[in-house]
C-alpha cells in the first residue's frame, strides 16, 4: 500500500472526479458513508455524537456525516466553526442540506466566547472535521481555541475525520502548534506519513483505513518512496517448500551472538532462526552459552570460541549461506576484529544487530565495506549513533533513506511502525506489532527470524519485509492470547508456527 503527501492525495482525488466520473460531493457523500459504517459497526446509537466541523471540504464531510447519522437513528450535532469567511462549494452544500433536515442539529460559531458556553457535560464522544489534509498555516483564532477546548475534554473519545486537525502530515509540526490529540484517526484509504512516526503518537493514538475506492489507476500512476506493509504483500512473498526438499534446501546460517552474562540473546536468536525455517544453524559462542543452548535447542550446532568470556575468532565465514552477528557479543576488541574478518570474507547473506552495530558506530569507515544489501536492524538510538543526532523523525526519515543509499544496505529501524530501507531509497513501514515487543530480547528474535529467512533463499529485501511482519504479527497474537503485559519474547517466537499456518492460507497458489 502506498503511502501518499497531501498533495498526491488531493491529485488522485481530483482524477477519480474526472475519470470514474463522480461529482465531488458524490464523493463526499462516500467519504461519510464510510464513516458512518465504522460507527454503526462500534458505536451504540444512545451516546451523543458531537461534530466539530471546519469551513473546507473536511468540514464538508463532517456536515455529511450528523445528516447520515441523525437519519439513522443517532443523535448527533455539529458545530460549524467559521474560522474564514467562505466555505468551500461541497461545504456550503452540505450545510445546506443539514439545516434542510435537521435544523436543530447544526450551531454555528464564530466568536471563541461561545466555546465557553458550550455544554461539556453532554459531550461523550466528538468528532474532529475541522481541517484534515488542509492545513496551510498553524491554527490560528476560533479554530485555535476549538482545537484546545477539545483537548481540554480528558474524558470524552476523540475522533478525527481523515486527519487530526492541525497535524502536518507531511513534515514536522509545530511544537507550539495547535493540533486534536485524537483517540482513533479514521483515513481515507491510505495511512499518512505522519501517523507512522512517533513524534505524533500524541495525535495519532490509532488509525483506521477507511476504503472511498478511488480511481486506481490515479494510485498506480502516482510515484511515492513509502509503502505501508499489507498482509497481500507478505503472503505473495512466502516461499513454498518442495516435496523433495531436503535441510540442504534451506541453508546454512551462522549465529555469532553471546558473551559472558549474555548468553540468552544467543538461544533466542537460535531458536528464532529455527523456528523460521532455517535448514542449519551453527552457533558460534562462548562455551557456557553452548552448554545452555544444548538443553534448550539440540536442533542448532555449536562452535566453540577459545575464549571463555567472549568471542574472539571465527573460521572460514565465507562457507555459510548466512551470518547474523551482534546479539550479546559485547565490543571487545577481538570481537570487532571478528566482525571486521565477517565484512572481509563473508558472501553470503549478513545481518548486523546490537554489538554489531556498535561496533560499527566506533569503526564507521566500516560502513563502506558492508557487503551490498546487508540488514542493519538498529533502534533509533542505535542509529542516530551510526549516522547523526536529529531534530524529528521526519529528519531520522530523510538520513535513513540517504543511508541505505548510500551504503547499499538495507536498515531495519525498529519502532512501532518499524521502518525498512532499501538501497533504492524506498522505506516500507511495518504495519504489525505492539508495545508488548517493548522488553528484553524482543530484537534478538527479530534478528533470528531474518537469519532463518535469508537462508532459505528469500532475498535480503524479503527477508526484511516478511521477518518484520512476522514478528509484529506473532507479538499481536501474543497480545490477543495472554497480554501484551505479560508476553516474553519467547512466547512471540513459539506462536511463529501459527502464523505461518494463518498466512499460508492467504497465499497464491
Known amino acids: 500500500m502506498k503511502v501518499f503527501s497531501a498533495e498526491q492525495i488531493r491529485a488522485i482525488d481530483a482524477y477519480t472526479i474526472d475519470h470514474e466520473p463522480v461529482a465531488s460531493i458524490d464523493l463526499m457523500e462516500r467519504a461519510a458513508q464510510a464513516c458512518l459504517k465504522i460507527i454503526e459497526r462500534e458505536w451504540n446509537k444512545t451516546e451523543s455524537i458531537t461534530i466539530f466541523c471546519g469551513m473546507g471540504n473536511n468540514g464538508g464531510d463532517g456536515l455529511a456525516l450528523t445528516r447520515l447519522l441523525n437519519q439513522n437513528g443517532f443523535k448527533a450535532i455539529a458545530y460549524l466553526i467559521k474560522h474564514s469567511e467562505k466555505a468551500s462549494k461541497d461545504n456550503q452544500i452540505n450545510l445546506k442540506r443539514l439545516k434542510t433536515a435537521f435544523p436543530k442539529n447544526i450551531q454555528e460559531i464564530n466568536d471563541t466566547a461561545l466555546l465557553s458556553k458550550l455544554p461539556k457535560e453532554n459531550f461523550m464522544l466528538i468528532i474532529d472535521a475541522l481541517l484534515g489534509t488542509g492545513l496551510n498555516k498553524t491554527p490560528e483564532g476560533v479554530l485555535a481555541e476549538t482545537i484546545d477546548f477539545i483537548n481540554s475534554l480528558s474524558s ?132 557456557a552459552t553452548l552448554n545452555a543452548l544444548l538443553q534448550h535447542l539440540p536442533e542448532a550446532m555449536s562452535s566453540a570460541d577459545p575464549n571463555p568470556e567472549f568471542i574472539s575468532e571465527i573460521i572460514r565465514p565465507e562457507k555459510y549461506d548466512a551470518i547474523a552477528f551482534g546479539p550479546g557479543t559485547g565490543m571487545h576488541e577481538d570481537t570487532q576484529r571478528v566482525l571486521k574478518k565477517i565484512l572481509q570474507y563473508n558472501t553470503g547473506g549478513l545481518i548486523v544487530d546490537a554489538d554489531g552495530l556498535n561496533i560499527l558506530s566506533e569503526n564507521k569507515t566500516w560502513l563502506n565495506f558492508l557487503p551490498p544489501n546487508t540488514i542493519l536492524t538498529p533502534h533509533v538510538k542505535e542509529f542516530d549513533r551510526l549516522s547523526e543526532t536529529h531534530s524529528s523523525d521526519f529528519d531520522r526519515l530523510d538520513t535513513l533513506r540517504k543511508f541505505s543509499t548510500r551504503y547499499q544496505c538495507i536498515v531495519v529501524l525498529k519502532s512501532a511502525h518499524t521502518a525498512i530501507a532499501m538501497p533504492d531509497g524506498t522505506v516500507f513501514f511495518n504495519s504489525t506489532g505492539n508495545p508488548g515487543l517493548a522488553k528484553a530480547g524482543s530484537g534478538d528474535g527479530l534478528t533470528g527470524i531474518l537469519l532463518g529467512l535469508l537462508c532459505r533463499t528469500y532475498t535480503p529485501a524479503q527477508a526484511a519485509l516478511v521477518g518484520v511482519y512476522l514478528h509484529g504479527l506473532s507479538a499481536d497474537n501474543c497480545a490477543k492470547k495472554i497480554s501484551m503485559e505479560s508476553m516474553l519474547i519467547s512466547d512471540v517466537i513459539d506462536e511463529l508456527p501459527s502464523v505461518f499456518l494463518e498466512l499460508e492460507k492467504f497465499r497464491p497458489d
Open 156 to 287: 470524552v473519545l476523540v475522533y478525527s475525520i481523515d486527519v487530526p486537525s492541525g497535524l502536518n502530515c507531511d513534515g514536522p509540526s509545530s511544537p507550539n502548534g495547535h493540533i486534536i490529540n485524537a483517540n482513533q484517526v479514521w483515513s481515507f484509504q491510505f495511512p499518512k506519513l505522519a501517523f507512522l512516526l512517533a513524534e505524533n503518537a500524541n495525535h495519532v493514538k490509532a488509525f483506521d483505513l477507511l476504503d472511498i475506492h478511488l480511481h486506481p489507476d490515479a494510485i498506480a500512476q502516482q510515484a511515492t518512496s513509502y509503502h505501508y506493509i499489507s498482509r497481500d504483500l507478505i503472503t505473495a512473498l512466502l516461499k513454498h517448500r518442495s516435496k523433495f526438499s531436503h535441510k540442504g534446501s534451506f541453508g546454512h546460517g551462522l549465529l555469532l551472538a553471546g558473551s559472558r552474562g549474555k548468553s540468552g540473546a544467543a538461544l533466542i536468536a537460535a531458536k528464532a532462526c529455527m523456528k523460521s525455517g532455517a535448514g542449519l544453524l551453527t552457533v558460534h559462542s562462548t562455551k
